[in-house]
């Protein structure tokens, strides 16, 4: 029995060595990453090139939302009266204005919204398309105003 504790034994120091070198090497490893930002966008203008409005008076209120839009489906017609601006975390969706202007954005693009500009978006691609939708609101007024339902 004496000689398994022995034997045991030797493989302590061993073992202590080899949990210091991993220690080690994920410190070094966590030392050698950087904390890293990239601006999505950074703009004064929309899509189309037009000068964002001044801000509104009243208690700002920002809302982060997720929207999925499934493969084949639209958004009716709407406005947003405020700052908005997202980035497409998968597929592909189009812009498209009551005059035709359009704007097509991909996974990975940040899209900068119209303001009190009749729009909507459709997913054209082949699967269901997501946006991370930021908007720079007042507290108790609607971020975006529909224009028209579904069915008309």
């Not at 398309?129 to 908007?135: P, W």
């Amino acid at each position: 029995m004496m000689s398994k504790i022995v034997g045991r034994r030797r493989w302590v120091p061993i073992i202590i060595f080899g949990v210091t070198l991993v220690g080690l090497s994920l410190k070094v490893s966590a030392q050698e990453r950087k904390i890293e930002t990239e601006v999505l966008a950074k703009s004064i203008t929309d899509w189309r090139g037009v000068l964002l409005p001044a801000y509104s008076e009243g208690q700002p209120e920002v809302t982060v939302a997720r929207i999925t839009i499934p493969k084949g489906m639209a958004l009716p017609l709407h406005e947003h009266p405020f700052m908005t601006a997202g980035v497409v975390l998968q597929g592909t969706i189009e812009v498209r204005t009551d005059s035709g202007d359009t704007h097509i954005a991909q996974a990975g693009d940040a899209v900068v919204e119209l303001i009190n500009q009749a729009h909507g978006g459709a997913n054209i691609g082949e699967e269901d398309a997501v946006i991370l939708a930021v908007y720079a609101g007042i507290e108790g007024e609607p971020v975006t105003v529909p224009l028209s339902t579904p069915d008309s």
